[in-house]
């Protein structure tokens, strides 16, 4: 009976860290929805096509300093561990100070980065001229989107997934109430949202730091007691931090590279495979819930330096990822060819995207593996082993693609995501043991 009630309480630790952080991801579709549907309006389809283009850029210019997220987590779980309140509160600051900080180069350089990113995207005529208004409005959010990621970051490290759903819930519903306003009742049009995802992403920093403010306890005015400017501290912060940067952009030149040679393969296989893509995309939230539970569960007994929490923690949260991979690939096959027809009526492309179903299906099953490492490794602070990883992983996806595409066109190209998935997770599960290693080592 003990040991039921201890494994429905583990279970519950889980879900209470998970569920919300679903909850959150399932909303920032239902903004890109309202994004598309109040210019949508507009009887020139010009105006979808320049906030793609924009928000494209954007997104991808932002999701580059994504590390500001993966770095907090880990380090504010293992100071929750470890009980010390000043440090839960320095680690809020540090990463905060080291997010302002990489805001202003992109607010100065604004010009010469949307000189490169439109030279490389090349829209022509009102697409460009109004793609590069979306991006001039937009960049002034830079501050407060990367000090968002903190603040995330460190809410998912303590535990507190249920203030990231309400700030998630705060900037969408914002941004979509204000899309609504400015773009279909004082018609701005793209300005119109543009202006209301900057708005709306420095509301939700106000509302995230009064958060944090009040989990810390006041904490964040102590100067003398949190110890910001420790510099053995801000060395590991920024080596965390650089850490994840090269892993994170070594992944974003596998995926780019995944869509430069399916242009290659002709329109229709880059069609389908966008879709396929998108269709993984929607079915795969709660990966990431699970992933990001395993960050702040694992971040915590580090800090405590629980060896029986850490082994808990990683078999709890990767069994729930693998029950949600499994019922994902099941649903892609059950549902997919209804969704194919749903996204495109293309009738070459819908052939095609069923040829290449079962490749979509595979994704969560290979996908799960380094999704959940990821976390285990950021919740661990092991941001070497995340980097170097990554790096040998991208050099084996891009020689299965030199030698597999060229023999097998569009499957080759699938079949070297897989290896791509298959080599992070052999790598990363190589490495593994050394947590537990290294948390016995700071026992004795």
Same mark, same amino acid.
């Given at each position: 009976?003990?040991?039921?009630?201890?494994?429905?309480?583990?279970?519950?630790?889980?879900?209470?860290?998970?569920?919300?952080?679903?909850?959150?991801?399932?909303?920032?579709?239902?903004?890109?929805?309202?994004?598309?549907?109040?210019?949508?309006?507009?009887? %020139?389809?010009?105006?979808?096509?320049?906030?793609?283009?924009?928000?494209?850029?954007?997104?991808?210019?932002?999701?580059?300093?994504?590390?500001?997220?993966?770095?907090?987590?880990?380090?504010?779980?293992?100071?929750?561990?470890?009980?010390?309140?000043?440090?839960?509160?320095?680690?809020?600051?540090?990463?905060?100070?080291?997010?302002?900080?990489?805001?202003?180069?992109?607010?100065?350089?604004?010009?010469?980065?949307?000189?490169?990113?439109?030279?490389?995207?090349?829209?022509?005529?009102?697409?460009?001229?109004?793609?590069?208004?979306?991006?001039?409005?937009? $960049?002034?959010?830079?501050?407060?989107?990367?000090?968002?990621?903190?603040?995330?970051?460190?809410?998912?490290?303590?535990?507190?997934?249920?203030?990231?759903?309400?700030?998630? $819930?705060?900037?969408?519903?914002?941004?979509?109430?204000?899309?609504?306003?400015?773009?279909?009742?004082?018609?701005?049009?793209?300005?119109?949202?543009?202006?209301?995802?900057?708005?709306? %992403?420095?509301?939700?920093?106000?509302?995230? $730091?009064?958060?944090?403010?009040?989990?810390?306890?006041?904490?964040?005015?102590?100067?003398?007691?949190?110890?910001?400017?420790?510099?053995?501290?801000?060395?590991?912060?920024?080596?965390?931090?650089?850490?994840?940067?090269?892993?994170?952009?070594?992944?974003?030149?596998?995926?780019?590279?995944?869509?430069?040679?399916?242009?290659?393969?002709?329109?229709?296989?880059?069609?389908?495979?966008?879709?396929?893509?998108?269709?993984?995309?929607?079915?795969?939230?709660?990966?990431?819930?699970?992933?990001?539970?395993?960050?702040?569960?694992?971040?915590?007994?580090?800090?405590?330096?629980?060896?029986?929490?850490?082994?808990? %923690?990683?078999?709890?949260?990767?069994?729930?990822?693998?029950?949600?991979?499994?019922?994902? %690939?099941?649903?892609?096959?059950?549902?997919?060819?209804?969704?194919?027809?749903?996204?495109?009526?293309?009738?070459?492309?819908?052939?095609?995207?069923?040829?290449?179903?079962?490749?979509?299906?595979?994704?969560?099953?290979?996908?799960?593996?380094?999704?959940?490492?990821?976390?285990?490794? $950021?919740?661990?602070?092991?941001?070497?082993?995340?980097?170097?990883?990554?790096?040998?992983?991208?050099?084996?996806?891009?020689?299965?693609?030199?030698?597999?595409?060229?023999?097998?066109?569009?499957?080759?190209?699938?079949?070297?995501?897989?290896?791509?998935?298959?080599?992070?997770?052999?790598?990363?599960?190589?490495?593994?043991?050394?947590?537990?290693?290294?948390?016995?080592?700071?026992?004795?």
């Amino acid at each position: 009976m003990l040991l039921s009630q201890t494994f429905v309480l583990r279970q519950r630790r889980v879900l209470a860290i998970a569920l919300p952080v679903i909850l959150a991801n399932i909303t920032e579709p239902l903004l890109s929805a309202a994004d598309t549907y109040v210019v949508g309006q507009h009887p %020139s389809p010009v105006q979808i096509g320049a906030v793609a283009i924009g928000s494209q850029i954007i997104g991808f210019l932002f999701w580059g300093f994504g590390f500001l997220r993966m770095g907090t987590t880990g380090v504010a779980a293992q100071a929750a561990g470890a009980g010390d309140p000043h440090q839960l509160a320095a680690a809020f600051l540090r990463p905060l100070a080291v997010a302002l900080a990489l805001a202003l180069p992109l607010i100065l350089l604004q010009a010469p980065i949307e000189w490169i990113a439109f030279e490389f995207y090349a829209p022509t005529g009102e697409t460009d001229t109004l793609s590069r208004l979306y991006y001039d409005i937009r $960049i002034w959010s830079a501050p407060a989107a990367l000090a968002n990621y903190v603040c995330l970051g460190w809410l998912l490290g303590i535990g507190r997934t249920k203030w990231v759903l309400v700030l998630q $819930i705060v900037v969408n519903g914002i941004n979509i109430g204000l899309d609504l306003l400015l773009v279909l009742v004082f018609d701005w049009g793209v300005a119109g949202v543009a202006w209301s995802t900057v708005i709306a %992403s420095y509301v939700a920093l106000a509302v995230g $730091i009064l958060v944090v403010r009040r989990e810390t306890g006041g904490r964040l005015s102590d100067w003398r007691k949190l110890q910001l400017f420790d510099t053995a501290r801000l060395r590991r912060l920024l080596k965390i931090n650089a850490d994840i940067f090269i892993r994170t952009l070594a992944l974003m030149v596998c995926f780019n590279y995944f869509v430069i040679r399916g242009t290659e393969l002709g329109d229709v296989a880059l069609a389908a495979n966008a879709v396929l893509y998108t269709i993984f995309g929607l079915l795969a939230y709660g990966l990431d819930g699970f992933a990001w539970a395993a960050e702040a569960l694992v971040g915590r007994s580090v800090g405590a330096r629980d060896r029986l929490l850490y082994r808990e %923690s990683v078999i709890d949260t990767t069994v729930w990822a693998l029950i949600l991979a499994l019922l994902a %690939s099941l649903a892609i096959i059950l549902v997919g060819p209804s969704m194919i027809d749903a996204m495109t009526v293309d009738a070459d492309v819908r052939a095609a995207a069923r040829e290449y179903l079962v490749w979509a299906a595979l994704i969560p099953i290979f996908g799960v593996w380094p999704f959940m490492l990821d976390g285990i490794f $950021i919740g661990a602070t092991r941001t070497s082993e995340m980097r170097n990883g990554m790096l040998i992983s991208m050099v084996a996806y891009l020689a299965a693609v030199w030698i597999l595409v060229p023999v097998w066109s569009n499957h080759g190209l699938w079949a070297s995501i897989m290896i791509l998935f298959a080599t992070r997770a052999a790598t990363l599960g190589y490495w593994l043991p050394r947590i537990e290693r290294a948390m016995i080592a700071r026992q004795e």
